[in-house]
């Protein structure tokens, strides 16, 4: 033991020998012998360790951290083990003017905390402030705030993993389906009741049967690191249900754990691994649960607010281009560190596959705005445990310049709107999409096709968490957000949606019949489109949020996946594209397609016809009433010979009256088969003779080449 530590040691920490411990890692990490703590902050002035007791309760120990290795205090404590609760205090300036705000009368949790015991209770004692001051955030508040946040958690992160490995699906193979841990599960039969919203529920049996069935390679989970509900959903009675409000960059969201125990997250990788399923965290790095300068002092603020956070030129407030109160710094290098190392957890700890960043712009912002090649990209890039799994981007932030659709450097995929929008306005029937949606199909080069990108790297949607559902976008012209007690201002106004003839549901059939038609064409450009296919949970059979487009505070059957009625054909449609995307490669591409010759025969990997089988001319891209494209598709010229495949299909998506279709001219011995077609949607195979064919009205046809019988 340390001479310097002998002194003062309280009574409760008798038998736990104290010494100086390790700058590394970062976090409290157990050895077997005992614990060591080490915490970053380069402007405090003095680090003080809260040991509690093991219900949490009562403070037992206050360490002070005397030693400091750079800007990392940090010491070791002898005897103690997993399951120990505690927190930090930290001293220093409080002068927000200067962009300081130590409060040592906060309790913090660990910014590397793995496990957070506890619950938030709402309360002014949060504040660094004074809460009703005049002075506002410049005024100072000395009440003690432990008695309402959790405690940080010593864990050992050992499991028996046994054969678990990734899956490791190749981006062309790779199918999509995004789902929250509780909405998926809270209603679904055959879930234990006990494991209902849990991670426990999530990897049981019927929710892998489901997904398997389906046809999904890789769920992407919304927020399933720690959050907070926000205090003015608390108010009215809410929560946050989505989680896009971080606190705990390390550490499982409590209430989704049954025993409140990490391994219950490495259980549900492990079995969903065993299916063969990929997990995909979405993540929220761009900010933190603090909010702006009103918010509470819980972790970051109170270690280093200056180092943390982005701060306007004033220093007192900060910079928001997430559009809820704060932005990380992830310039400065040890929150950069602390992503990074955040990351690296989930993936060789925890075992996951892969990442959504949620308004990913503002990661990747550098001085002078967006920085394809600025520090936390290269940095991403470059490790050799990231640069091999799943990164997906929302190519997005409210910031400068936050737009970047297509902008971000290979291995990204990238949420593409521009498809959402404009598959939606097609199928809606609005004049001259044509040139828009033929770009869609194609995997929207004109965004991706450079640097060596895939055109894989589209993903396609049509509906995700925010907006409509893929029900409530054929039944509703205007969104229904009453519960969300903003008064209509939240979710967005321009849906491209179409009710089909009434407003919210209906038995009248002809309208039944239409959104159900309306459903399987743009649930089949997604699947039919080059690219990346992603579904949101639900929409394979029909589920509806009943017109809430903005379901984030919605904990409830607004926001639960209603599994009392779903529609089985449509969950059989469903299953069949994803069949007919496996069998067929030319689908599945990573090189684009330019209707340029092949070097194997000479033959164009792409071409457009129009329903009399010519080419378009200049003058049909313009006609704002061209309403039945249809589409030849090859291998892509760019295909190495040893990788290329005779698979041939011939795309029809038709948005106006019947109309016939002339078939491309087949090689000797060969005939087109109809093997898709979404007005009948339960008709197998059907060979096709003759030169043309008709083309049901609103209509998605997919003819394959086929040898002659």
Same mark, same amino acid.
């Given at each position: ?190 879930? !234990? ?27 992407? &989970? ?154 936390? &990209? ?187 009625? !779903?529609?089985?054909?449509? &969950? ?138």
């Amino acid at each position: 033991m340390n001479a310097h530590l002998t002194s003062d040691i309280p009574t409760a920490l008798q038998g736990h020998p104290l010494s100086s411990g390790k700058p590394h890692p970062l976090g409290a990490t157990f050895n077997g012998e005992g614990v060591n703590f080490a915490v970053f902050s380069h402007h405090a002035e003095r680090v003080e360790l809260c040991l509690f007791s093991d219900d949490g309760r009562k403070e037992r120990a206050r360490i002070p951290l005397t030693e400091r290795d750079g800007d990392v205090w940090h010491i070791f404590i002898a005897g103690l083990h997993p399951g120990a609760k505690y927190g930090f205090r930290v001293h220093g300036p409080y002068d927000p003017e200067n962009g300081h705000r130590f409060n040592p009368n906060k309790l913090l949790l660990d910014p590397y905390a793995k496990r957070i015991f506890g619950k938030y209770r709402w309360s002014d004692a949060m504040m660094g402030y004074r809460v009703g001051s005049p002075r506002e955030d410049l005024s100072f508040d000395p009440r003690d705030s432990a008695f309402c946040v959790p405690r940080s958690m010593v864990v050992d992160p050992s499991f028996n993993w046994g054969s678990d490995a990734p899956p490791a699906v190749s981006r062309s193979d790779t199918v999509l389906y995004e789902t929250h841990v509780k909405g998926m599960t809270a209603q679904m039969p055959g879930v !234990p009741y006990a494991q209902r919203g849990t991670f426990l529920g999530l990897c049981s049996e019927p929710v892998l049967d489901h997904l398997t069935k389906l046809g999904i390679t890789t769920v992407q &989970l919304m927020p399933a690191q720690a959050f907070m509900d926000d205090r003015f959903l608390v108010d009215q009675g809410l929560s946050n249900y989505w989680g896009y409000n971080t606190i705990g960059f390390f550490a499982p969201e409590p209430r989704y754990m049954t025993d409140q125990g990490i391994w219950e997250f490495q259980t549900m990788v492990r079995r969903f691994h065993a299916a063969g399923i990929e997990v995909v965290l979405d993540v929220v790095y761009n900010h933190t649960a603090e909010g702006n300068h009103l918010g509470p002092t819980l972790c970051h603020r109170g270690f280093d607010n200056l180092a943390y956070y982005r701060l306007a030129d004033d220093k007192r407030f900060y910079i928001n281009d997430t559009g809820v109160g704060n932005v990380l710094n992830t310039q400065h290098p040890m929150v950069l560190r602390m992503v990074m190392d955040s990351m690296r957890y989930w993936v060789e700890v925890m075992h996951v596959d892969g990442f959504r960043f949620d308004l990913a712009t503002s990661l990747a912002r550098e001085n002078n705005g967006f920085d394809r090649q600025g520090g936390f &990209l290269d940095a991403l890039r470059q490790d050799p445990v990231l640069g091999k799994v799943k990164l997906i981007a929302e190519p997005w932030d409210l910031g400068p310049g936050g737009y970047q659709l297509g902008n971000w450097p290979h291995p990204f995929l990238e949420f593409n709107d521009k498809f959402r929008d404009g598959i939606r306005k097609f199928w809606r029937g609005d004049a001259g999409q044509m040139p828009d949606f033929a770009k869609r199909i194609l995997g929207s080069a004109e965004q991706f096709d450079h640097s060596g990108r895939a055109a894989t790297t589209s993903l396609n949607f049509v509906s995700v968490h925010d907006g409509f559902c893929l029900e409530d976008l054929v039944s509703y012209n205007v969104k229904r957000n009453a519960a969300n007690g903003e008064n209509g201002r939240d979710g967005k106004d321009d849906n491209y949606s179409d009710n089909l003839g009434l407003e919210g549901p209906t038995d009248d059939p002809d309208i039944r019949a239409a959104r159900d038609l309306r459903k399987r064409n743009m649930l089949a450009t997604v699947f039919l489109s080059q690219g990346t296919p992603l579904i949101l949970n639900g929409d394979e059979f029909g589920n509806s949020q009943d017109g809430n487009n903005n379901t984030y505070g919605q904990d409830n059957e607004i926001g639960w996946v209603d599994w009392s009625n !779903p529609d089985q054909a449509l &969950l059989d449609f469903v299953c069949r594209l994803t069949a007919v995307r496996r069998k067929h490669s030319v689908l599945r591409q990573t090189r684009f397609l330019h209707s340029r010759p092949r070097d194997r025969d000479g033959i164009p990997d792409l071409f457009w016809r129009l329903p009399n089988g010519q080419p378009p001319g200049h003058a049909d891209w313009q006609d704002p009433n061209w309403r039945t494209l249809c589409v030849e598709v090859r291998t892509s010229s760019g295909t190495p010979e040893y990788d290329a495949s005779d698979d041939v299909l011939f795309l029809t998506f038709n948005c106006g009256p019947q109309t016939d279709v002339a078939l491309p001219p087949c090689d000797a011995g060969e005939m087109w088969e109809l093997i898709l077609d979404t007005t009948r949607p339960e008709d197998g195979p059907t060979c096709v003779t003759g030169t043309s064919t008709p083309v049901n009205a609103n209509a998605v046809c997919v003819f394959a080449r086929t040898a002659a019988t």
